[in-house]
């Protein structure tokens, strides 16, 4: 396979998501978010460019697969500035329409809105991240995504063509947004998403230090915390008690508005009613 690859980078036992393939049209983004975990292992991550010859070797995947399920993308965003010229998500998105294939977008940007005319003929469901509704806190954690209020109303204009929506509550970072996470989930609930995925902070030592630079003091007491928790897969996770809190929040306030909720590699199961990514969305 050229174009697409089998899910699951980091061969965790923590991750639920179902069989998939994750595809992207570029490598490294454009969005600059201080907590990416990409960055660390992709070279010149803030240098995106397009991937050579993307369409064809997506096509001649697709035809040795049967209505394979294809995440876009897992690590750099499809609709970052780049695609405002190139188009090559719209045209990947017109290439896996063709093979029948189910797919979820994974975005921070409301550019996904572009592509309506697609979108609404094809197996699809967009998963749209929100991190905060604060948008000064917004320009410093995703300096280049779209704004809040821009994503929230992408949200509510994808539901009202009635393709079903995720919102991605991710990451959770104590002392920076932790205490916004029931006003985040009331307002996905009110742009009518049907599921919301939520996940905390996991420290690499590139994305800590962007953070720190920006949110010194947070991230004085957040190293505190780190110490207590544990490396998993490469990554530091704070305390597992910290993390099960967290996540059981999330869910309650998901649970308030009847929307389905998953908890995204944490290793609480048992929290999860519903797909991961919410794949179960896609019909």
Same mark, same amino acid.
């Given at each position: 396979?050229?174009?697409?690859?089998?899910?699951?980078?980091?061969?965790?036992?923590?991750?639920?998501? =179902?069989?998939?393939?994750?595809?992207?049209?570029?490598?490294?983004? @454009?969005?600059?978010?201080?907590?990416? $975990?990409?960055?660390? $292992?992709?070279?010149?991550?803030?240098?995106?460019? &397009?991937?050579?010859?993307?369409?064809?070797?997506?096509?001649?995947?697709?035809?040795?697969?049967?209505? =394979?399920?294809?995440?876009?993308?897992?690590?750099?965003?499809?609709?970052?500035?780049?695609? *405002?010229?190139?188009?090559?998500?719209?045209?990947?998105?017109?290439?896996?329409?063709?093979?029948? &294939?189910?797919?979820? +977008?994974?975005?921070?940007?409301?550019?996904?809105? #572009?592509?309506?005319? +697609?979108?609404?003929?094809?197996?699809? &469901?967009?998963?749209?991240?929100?991190?905060?509704?604060?948008?000064?806190?917004?320009?410093?954690?995703?300096?280049?995504? @779209?704004?809040?209020?821009?994503?929230?109303?992408?949200? *509510?204009?994808?539901?009202?063509?009635?393709?079903?929506?995720?919102? #991605?509550?991710?990451?959770?970072? =104590?002392? +920076?947004?932790?205490?916004? +996470?029931?006003?985040?989930?009331?307002?996905?609930?009110?742009?009518?998403?049907?599921?919301?995925? @939520?996940?905390?902070?996991?420290?690499?030592?590139?994305?800590?230090?962007?953070?720190?630079?920006?949110?010194?003091?947070?991230?004085?007491?957040?190293?505190?915390?780190?110490?207590?928790?544990?490396?998993?897969? %490469? $990554? $530091?996770?704070?305390?597992?008690?910290? #993390?099960?809190?967290?996540?059981?929040?999330?869910?309650?306030?998901?649970?308030?508005?009847?929307?389905?909720? &998953?908890?995204? #590699?944490? %290793?609480?199961?048992?929290?999860?009613?519903?797909?991961?990514? %919410?794949?179960?969305?896609?019909?």
């Amino acid at each position: 396979m050229q174009a697409l690859t089998l899910f699951d980078p980091w061969k965790s036992k923590l991750c639920t998501c =179902p069989l998939k393939y994750s595809f992207s049209p570029y490598i490294g983004c @454009s969005h600059s978010c201080l907590y990416c $975990y990409a960055s660390s $292992y992709i070279k010149d991550f803030d240098k995106p460019r &397009a991937k050579k010859e993307i369409l064809k070797k997506l096509e001649n995947d697709l035809k040795k697969l049967k209505n =394979p399920y294809v995440s876009i993308s897992n690590s750099s965003d499809p609709y970052q500035h780049l695609e *405002k010229k190139l188009k090559l998500t719209r045209d990947s998105l017109k290439i896996l329409s063709r093979h029948n &294939a189910k797919v979820m +977008i994974i975005t921070k940007s409301n550019l996904v809105l #572009r592509d309506l005319d +697609i979108l609404k003929r094809i197996r699809v &469901a967009v998963s749209i991240t929100i991190t905060t509704l604060d948008e000064k806190k917004a320009k410093k954690l995703e300096p280049n995504a @779209s704004l809040p209020e821009e994503r929230i109303d992408a949200l *509510k204009k994808l539901n009202k063509e009635k393709i079903p929506t995720i919102a #991605r509550i991710d990451p959770i970072i =104590p002392f +920076i947004n932790e205490n916004e +996470i029931e006003e985040l989930v009331k307002k996905v609930a009110e742009a009518n998403v049907k599921h919301v995925v @939520s996940s905390t902070y996991k420290a690499k030592f590139d994305n800590f230090k962007r953070l720190k630079a920006v949110f010194p003091e947070e991230m004085k007491k957040l190293k505190e915390i780190f110490k207590l928790g544990e490396r998993i897969s %490469g $990554y $530091y996770y704070l305390p597992k008690e910290l #993390r099960f809190k967290l996540m059981k929040k999330v869910k309650n306030e998901a649970e308030k508005y009847n929307l389905t909720f &998953a908890a995204c #590699r944490e %290793g609480f199961f048992d929290l999860n009613t519903a797909t991961c990514d %919410g794949s179960h969305l896609i019909k």
